[in-house]
């Protein structure tokens, strides 16, 4: 598989992290880790990207970070989706299946 | 573990983030970063690979904040420009942060900057206590000082001189003009008798509304009553200085109790608020006691002073009524002055009253005879130390141009995302004012140790007005710190935030140094600094080289092999003929002791006297009305010509047959013999003031110097101390040996002739030279310390900007060995660089220094303010030190391996 290339991995990044958040919440290395396993390598967030990126979700109030403190180790922001950020996941979900699916039927790459 | 967190925040830094934002930030990165170490360490990858692989995710910083410019984020400018207040909270953040990273810098800077603050500190505390704020009265502005003045023809002459109490007293019932009109004489010596032994104290007698005058209240108990100064010798009452109760008296109760002063049981009823010494704000005395007391105090000195017109004792202090202007209160003494001079035209016509600020007469007084030279050597030393300011400015002007140029790369990412060139400008003026008010807070204490000093270095330790770090001294330092700060911060500044963002971008790091422009500038501030340690150089070398010409000089008296000291037998109640009986046995007693050649009485201790007027010359006709002979008046006993070493001209010396009983003679001096006799003097008669029958002039002696070292001669009249009487005089011995050797055993001669009596003052010729040349010695020190100081700051400046132009040429001066140069080549160059800056400055300083030379030789001793060997001295000091300074670096430039310099390219 060809690595995407910068301006596909911009656009979809969001969508990424919204929807790595949806099932539970997690912090920014777990975040970083999820998709690099689940992209098999081939998706990297470098950390100058990754947590200015979580930090303007939160603005948006999308996602909201919490502090957690766990015996015997230094405390971690998690952060967990919000009901706002359930709906734009969804139709952010939405679009891109469009978008894929668009892209399939003119390139014919659909079930390839 | 690496400190991950100390890695981000130091990368986050450049980024000036708010502060809540940047710490939670940077606590997120760094765990995160500690996860993926320990993770890359886990899957088996050396400590060291997996530390560079984490460090190289923080690369792109710039990403961290290019979020902040999103259209998305709050507007009105966002964090970035705050309100004033923010951001000068940031800009300190920001600095103090920059500030720990240079541990080293900010050491060298703050402390060369306390150097220069702290020495203008001393010298500011110094000239603000006696000159610029001088007396701690209420609503001094309206006290005037009164003095009386000699007129001669129209003009009046610019000299005030004391009043007479009973003119003072007139002044002071028909004046119009002040509230209150005071009296008060210079401190005097008196005898303290306690526990049978005596000390020396200080006097003034005042008059009774002395301090209502000058609107005082007392520390403790109370002033005087007018009735205390109302009839002679009646009210034995006395006011304590507060540092005299606390030094002498230890604070402890001390209100109605008796001191016996010159025989005299005195009551102590106040004491006078601390800080106050007197209307001479410098030197000040232990007690007031009323002018009435002056008869049975002083018997034979002051004994009719009460009542006679013609005995001027008195400087008057008077309050202005509110709205009263100079002009008017002087025009209504004028006045009084001229109904005066008609009532009593043999003494009073031909005087005028002078009302003036009584700042300026503080400071005539103050200063002596020439107040001009406490302004001047005030002056001289501001700009002395201002010049070490502004030599330590430059230098770290110079450190900061050095540093700015290893900043500029950040300074151009912050521009880049967007922050303003103001701004920059703002933070970076923020960091040196910082930087200048830590100098100025260690300044202070600098300072304050300098003070010590100083004070340390002042003879006796009488009673001075202390060194006080007032509001003023604080608020001087303040402004200095803050001025140093802005002016050693703007050029850097303004020059690192001038440098176009994209071509410093595009720059290799390496290169960064290049720019002809600011070597130019750092080149102009230190040669300017070679100039002014030069200017500071030369200066100590003349006053050094004055000094010792000064030593040279012949004073008209011998000084090797001379003691004096002072004893005061009337303090000690003699009688007359005690007193006499006293000065006799001293003297054969004395004389007598092994080791001493000849012993001997006089009034007058070298360079201690003071002229004396109204002495009258027979058959000489006044020029004008107001015309008085002047002269030195020294009461002397038999062989004091041969003691002191003064040489007779013509004439006889006075020998014992010259008696009360006898006709009264005297001994004039050269200078006075020529002013008065050109036809020769032996044989003419004069009469001084106070004496009924003429003296006739028996001998003529050489001039000497009475007043000041190096003085123009000045007349001078000895008298026969058997036909003068005196209750305090000085016992001159002249020594075979050393003079101190033979001191104490004199002062057990004298103390057997008068167990009661007060011995003080004990000194030898030599010390007397060095007391006359106090001043210069002081200006020697001071000039030495600060010429020194500059040098080596200038120094330090030269091995700094040497040592970086090494730096930055090391792959130049590695091509040039690679090319076959030798590494003495190399030497020359990186010294002969350094030196044409020396010799700039070298230059420049000498030429000023000889446009200033007119200043310096009023203070000079026989030495031209050209002269070549101070100039030749300073040079050689100054070449041989920016010589090593050069040196240095340069060695270091020799060391440069060609391989290396050249593989880093």
């Known amino acids: ?45 470098h950390v100058t990207s990754l947590y200015p990126l979580l930090h303007r979700l939160e603005e948006q109030q999308w996602i909201e970070g919490r502090w957690v403190e766990k015996a015997g180790q230094r405390r971690r922001r998690y952060y967990r989706l919000t009901a706002q950020g359930r709906k734009v996941l969804r139709s952010q979900q939405r679009s891109w299946l469009n978008f894929v699916a668009a892209i399939g039927r003119i390139t014919g790459l659909e079930n390839a | ?35 993926r170490y320990r993770e890359l360490l886990s899957g088996g990858t050396e400590e060291a690979d997996a530390y560079e692989i984490v460090a190289a995710e923080l690369d792109d910083t710039a990403r961290l904040r290019r979020r902040a410019a999103r259209p998305e984020m709050p507007p009105a400018g966002g964090p970035r420009s705050g309100s004033f207040g923010t951001d000068l909270a940031r800009d300190l953040r920001y600095a103090f942060r920059t500030m720990r990273q240079s541990p080293l810098f900010v050491t060298f800077v703050v402390g060369t900057l306390a150097l220069g603050i702290g020495a203008n500190t001393t010298v500011f505390t110094v000239v603000n206590g006696l000159i610029l704020n001088p007396l701690p009265v209420r609503d001094a502005a309206r006290l ?17 001189l004391p009043l007479s109490y009973p003119d003072l007293r007139d002044y002071r019932e028909r004046n119009q003009v002040f509230s209150e009109l005071a009296g008060y004489t210079s401190p005097r010596l008196v005898t303290l ?3 049978g032994a005596t000390q020396s104290m200080f006097a003034e007698l005042v008059t009774a509304n002395y301090f209502a005058a000058l609107d005082l209240t007392p520390a403790s108990g109370r002033f005087f009553l007018s009735e205390e100064d109302s009839a002679p010798g009646a009210h034995p009452v006395a006011v304590m200085n507060y ?22 049981a005195l009551t102590v009823v106040g004491v006078a608020p601390p800080g106050f010494i007197g209307v001479n704000a410098v030197f000040g005395p232990d007690l007031w006691i009323p002018a009435a007391m002056a008869e049975p105090l002083f018997p034979s000195t002051m004994r009719k002073v009460w009542i006679d017109r013609g005995q001027a004792a008195f400087f008057g202090v008077g309050r202005l009524r509110p709205g009263l202007t100079l002009e008017r209160a002087n025009s209504n003494m004028a006045g009084i002055a001229a109904a005066l001079g008609r009532e009593f035209p043999n003494i009073d016509q031909g005087r005028a009253a002078t009302v003036r600020p009584i700042r300026e007469a503080i400071l005539a007084t103050a200063g002596g005879p020439a107040s001009s030279t406490i302004f001047f050597a005030s002056a001289a030393l501001l700009a002395v130390v201002g010049i070490v300011l502004l030599i330590a400015c430059s230098n770290v002007a110079n450190l900061l141009l050095a540093r700015s140029a290893a900043r500029r790369q950040e300074i151009a990412v912050r521009m880049a995302m967007g922050a303003s060139r103001a701004r920059l400008v703002r933070q970076m003026l923020t960091e040196s004012v910082l930087l200048g008010l830590l100098g100025g807070a260690l300044g202070v204490a600098a300072g304050y140790a300098g003070l010590r000093l100083v004070y340390g270095m002042l003879p006796g330790g009488a009673n001075f007005a202390p060194p006080r770090l007032d509001a003023t001294v604080f608020g001087f330092t303040l402004l200095l710190s803050l001025a140093t700060g802005l002016l050693f911060g703007l050029i850097p500044a303004f020059k690192a935030s001038s440098a176009g963002v994209a071509e410093v971008l595009k720059e290799e790091a390496r290169t960064i140094g290049r720019s002809r422009r600011r070597v130019t500038l750092s080149s102009a501030l230190l040669v300017g600094q070679v100039a002014l340690s030069f200017i500071l150089l030369i200066t100590a070398a003349l006053v050094l080289r004055s000094i010792g010409r000064a030593y040279q000089m012949d004073p008209g008296f011998q000084t090797a092999h001379l003691a004096v000291f002072t004893v005061s037998p009337g303090q000690a109640g003699y009688s007359k003929a005690q007193t006499r009986a006293f000065y006799k046995e001293v003297r054969e007693r004395v004389a007598a002791l092994p080791g001493i050649q000849s012993a001997s009485w006089a009034s007058n201790v070298p360079l201690w006297a003071r002229p004396l007027s109204g002495i009258e010359v027979e058959g000489w006709q006044k020029r004008s009305q107001a015309d008085t002979v002047r002269a030195i008046v020294n009461t002397v006993d038999v062989s004091y010509f041969e003691t002191a070493g003064v040489a007779l001209e013509n004439g006889r010396e006075f020998t014992a047959l010259d008696r009360d009983t006898s006709a009264p003679v005297a001994i004039v001096n050269e200078k006075m013999a020529r002013d008065y006799w050109p036809s020769g003097a032996l044989g003419k008669r004069i009469r001084l003031p106070g004496e009924t029958r003429m003296r006739e002039i028996v001998g003529v002696a050489r001039n000497a110097n009475y007043t000041t070292w190096g003085e123009p001669p000045q007349a001078c009249v000895y008298v026969p101390l058997a036909q003068n009487d005196s209750e305090t005089m000085n016992l001159y011995i002249r020594t075979a040996h050393d003079p101190r050797l033979m001191m104490e055993p004199a002062e057990r001669v004298v103390h057997a002739a008068g167990p009661m009596v007060l011995m003080m003052g004990q000194r030898t ?12 010695r002081v200006v020697v020190v001071l000039l030495t310390v600060f010429g020194l100081l500059a040098l080596g700051l200038a120094s330090i400046g030269l091995y700094g900007i040497l040592a970086y132009s090494v730096a930055r040429r090391r792959r130049e001066i590695g091509v040039r060995l690679a090319l076959g140069a030798s590494r003495a080549s190399v030497l020359r160059l990186i010294i002969g660089e350094g030196m044409t800056l020396v010799l700039a400055g070298l230059a420049i300083g000498f030429v000023t220094a000889l446009a200033a030379g007119r200043l310096m030789s009023r203070m000079l001793y026989g030495v031209s303010a050209s002269d070549p060997l101070s100039l030749a001295a300073a040079v050689a000091v100054l070449s041989a030190v920016a010589l090593l300074a050069c040196y240095l670096p340069a060695r270091w430039a020799t060391r440069v391996d060609p391989l290396t310099a050249l593989r880093e390219s």
Not at chain 1, 13 to 22: F, N, Q, W
Not at chain 1, 26 to 31: E, T
Not at chain 2, 144 to 160: D, F, H, N
């Open chain 1, 1 to 45: 598989m060809e690595v995407p290339d910068a301006e596909w991995k911009k656009g979809s990044a969001e969508l990424l992290v919204l929807s790595l958040l949806e099932d539970q919440p997690r912090h920014g290395y777990d975040i970083s880790k999820a998709i690099e396993m689940r992209s098999g390598g081939a998706l990297k967030f």
């Open chain 2, 1 to 35: 573990m690496p400190d991950w967190n100390d890695l981000v925040r130091r990368r986050l830094a450049p980024l000036s983030l708010p502060p809540a934002e940047e710490a939670g930030l940077a606590e997120e990165l760094s765990q995160h970063l500690e996860d």
């Open chain 2, 144 to 160: 005037v000082a009164v003095a009386s003045a000699e007129v001669a023809g129209r003009s009046q002459s610019a000299t005030p």
């Open chain 2, 193 to 195: 008798e306690e526990r």
């Open chain 2, 243 to 264: 540092a005299t109760w606390q030094r002498r008296f230890g604070g402890e109760a001390i209100l109605g109790r008796t001191l016996r002063v010159n025989g005299l």
């Open chain 2, 765 to 776: 010729g030599r010390e007397i030279v060095d007391g006359g040349l106090f001043q210069a």
